[in-house]
């Protein structure tokens, strides 16, 4: 079977119960729309019980795009020499990065990052690095393109867009992106698409909004998943 999931945000309670829901075999495959970490207690966990998973197919969002650039450079060995040449913009513009990065949820990561070893640390980065920004995949005869935020710039030509554009870009859940594929994006949790959605799945206009607000449990959120072979819906 072919799952997808996203915005897990360092759930990692909630994951593992879905991977049990589902009943997640060897012989599935699992693409999760980006946006793994920041926010909940554990991304960390999440990322590198994922990162063990051969048959865990991980695409960018825009919170890995962050992380990614601030982790690698936090893998640097320090030297007043080296110190600001490693640093674009400086050692002042990094800070204001990370602080940026932790306004939008980023401390929970940096904190689980600072607790591993060096070598964990290093394969964290190198996980990271192989996200793919999108998937194309056939099932049962439909086809469907998943990507993390469904650029409004999305076109036949989509390989023309670049990483920034995959993990930040806005779905127009009004528009029909492609007639003969379905879109299946994260990013936007759907009670802010549709209120009446709140902790489910969206759909309009070929377009498959799985975001359901994993992080946002008080405010009605859950984790969700949707089977392609079967179109069934789970929420945790």
Not at 84 to 90: A, D, E, N, S, T
Not at 99 to 113: C, D, N, R
Not at 173 to 182: G, L, N, P
Not at 214 to 220: H, L, N, R, V
């Amino acid at each position: 079977m072919n799952y997808v999931i996203s915005d897990i945000h360092g759930c990692y309670r909630q994951y593992m119960k879905m991977l049990g829901k589902i009943g997640f075999a060897d012989d599935d495959k699992l693409y999760v729309l980006g946006d793994v970490v920041d926010r909940g207690p554990e991304p960390i966990e999440v990322l590198m019980d994922m990162s063990v998973r051969a048959n865990v197919i991980p695409i960018m969002g825009n919170h890995e795009y962050i992380a990614y650039f601030i982790l690698k450079q936090l893998l640097l060995e320090f030297t007043d020499k080296n110190l600001v040449q490693h640093f674009v913009g400086g050692i002042a513009d990094f800070y204001q990065k990370i602080g940026a990065w932790v306004k939008i949820g980023g401390k929970s990561t940096l904190e689980g990052f600072g607790k591993l070893p060096q070598d964990d640390r290093e394969a964290v980065v190198d996980y990271l690095s192989e996200f793919s920004l999108y998937e194309i995949v056939e099932v049962n005869g439909k086809n469907f393109i998943l990507t993390h935020s469904g650029p409004p710039r999305m076109t036949e030509n989509i390989d023309r867009l670049d990483a920034f554009d995959f993990a930040t870009s806005k779905t127009d859940y009004d528009k029909v992106y492609f007639k003969d594929a379905f879109t299946v994006t994260g990013h936007i949790p759907t009670f802010r698409i549709d209120e009446t959605c709140r902790g489910r799945i969206y759909r309009k206009n070929n377009h498959i909004a799985i975001d359901t607000g994993a992080p946002f449990i008080k405010a009605g959120g859950a984790l969700s998943c949707i089977c392609l072979d079967t179109d069934e819906e789970f929420y945790v």
